[in-house]
């Protein structure tokens, strides 16, 4: 099992930055793929960025690609998210997922294949 503790939302204006972090903790994490998922007021979750276990590969959403990085310390059971540009329309609580499954090849975008979730972390961009 691997349990997630999300941190650095926060209260940006629109242009400015921010760096999320996951802090996992249990066995497998090094051999997770993990994804960061993003959730607006009504809306339902949305894939933003991944990174398969080996950091190796990533993936990002339209959305956010050429803005937001995706990294991962698995020295330090840590997967980050940095967000530039931030824009008003980024605003959601935003969470990190494990991969159900071991080592997968490929990235999954559907949050039914994220088994294990953070309690997720604000982000609000004023505009």
């Known amino acids: 099992q691997v349990q997630l503790v999300e941190s650095g939302g926060g209260l940006v204006q629109a242009g400015g930055s921010l760096r999320l972090s996951c802090a996992a903790s249990?066995?497998?994490?090094?051999?997770?793929?993990m994804g960061w998922f993003r959730q607006a007021p009504g809306k339902e979750h949305e894939f933003v960025a991944g990174i398969t276990w080996s950091g190796g590969r990533t993936y990002y959403a339209d959305s956010v690609k050429g803005r937001f990085t995706i990294s991962r310390d698995n020295a330090m059971n840590t997967v980050y998210l940095q967000m530039n540009s931030l824009k008003f329309e980024d605003t959601a609580v935003y969470y990190c997922?494990?991969?159900?499954?071991?080592?997968?090849?490929?990235?999954?975008?559907?949050?039914?294949?994220?088994?294990?979730w953070g309690q997720g972390t604000q982000v609000t961009v004023s505009s």
């Open positions: 997922a494990a991969d159900r499954y071991p080592r997968r090849e490929y990235l999954r975008y559907s949050k039914y294949e994220y088994a294990y």
């Open positions: 249990g066995r497998t994490f090094s051999s997770s793929n």
